[in-house]
């Protein structure tokens, strides 16, 4: 019996959760930025396990370790990402079933280019799937829209603003995400030094012209109260934020805080919540109350129109995906997602022959479908093919010429080498 009411309340979740509003989040950072602790603080439990090691790279900018470039190539551990499904509600017993995605190891190695690779394949190959779905005669009334609608994009307080895999990963994703640029670990800041890197990083964003999200330009404003709170919103930007894993009772309340020992008037503890201290409750806020829907329809009107049409006008880079409707897991032009891992990871050695170049099943088994239809929908998808193998080459030739950059810098640093031996 409690077997049967457990299945069913399983059922009943699973059918709420259809019928809640869909959020996908991109949470994206180094390691140990604070991704899993902010995952934790906007969903008030703790969703994923914070606290991470700190890798050799980030050791060595540090210089804390000296870097032996062959060990750290023979370590590197590939960019991949993590799911979660959260189901959030509001005072209202509103809904929001919240999917996050989670960078692991992102810019934890030399080369940069592949993480940015992966991570744009897997937002273009959300709108993709939108695209060929749109194209069907027969829709899919169960198809999930994946595509991403912010991106939340940590940015360590380093004193020098962006760093240069920020700008170039911030440019790539920018032109099909909304991104929000979000100052990490804010409670490590003086209040002047938190000003000094808010500005340092809004004039590199500017300088580099990357593409934010502008919430006054991207919403309609209805009233001047509404464009006086988007104003200050984009003044806010990158917005501070404090996270933090534990509770702490303060006054007979709980807190989700962080805790300062041994000062003199007895241990401190910062409420990530206390709006003097960071920017934490406006971005939940934003996120979940007053610009969800903003955020959706963005992606939707405008960044995904603007994908379709380079798509279909054959200006796109995009990657391709061609989805089989029975299939558990998909790849695409650098990388591959196992649904039932939750992970996608790169896969350099995928080739042509692995795309499934499917024509939807559920194309056929309608009698009624006609031949002109059909045939149709064979041409759009051997134009996507097409496009695939363009992207397949074009891939393969920015893998030759990293390769040979790097060839050239490990021969500059042989010869830096024997003559520094030389000169012993
Ligand atoms: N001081 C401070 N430390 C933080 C903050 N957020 C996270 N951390 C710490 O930074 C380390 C890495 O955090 P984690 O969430 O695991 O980072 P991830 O690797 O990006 O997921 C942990 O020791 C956290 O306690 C913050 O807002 N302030
Ligand atoms: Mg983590």
Redesign the pocket.
Known sequence: MSSILAANSDFRKKKQLKRSIVFNILIA??????????INSLCGRNI?Q???SYSKLDKFYNNEETLDLEEISKNEIPVSLRHEIVELEDDNGIKIQLNLT?TLNLNNNLNSQPDIQLINNFITSHFDDVLLEENRLKRNPRFKDSRIHVCLY?IEPTGHGLREFDIEFLKKIGERCNILPIL?????LTESELKLNKRLITEDIKYHKIPIYDFVSNNNNEDDEEYEYNEYLNGLLPFS?????DIYQVNNEEVRG?KYEHFAEGNIIID?EDATKSDFVTLRNVLFISHLNDFKEYTHEILYEKYRTETLSGNSNSSVHLPNTNQKSFSNTSGSYNESKHEYTNNENLSIEESPTVIPDNVDDNKDTSYLAKEEQIRLEEEKLKQFELRIQNELLLKRQELLKREEELRQIEKRLELEAQYK
């Open positions: 950072g180094k390691p140990g930025s604070g991704r899993s602790t902010l994923v914070g606290g991470t989670d940590l990490c670990k804010g409670d490590t934020v404090i996270g933090s894993n962080r990530i």
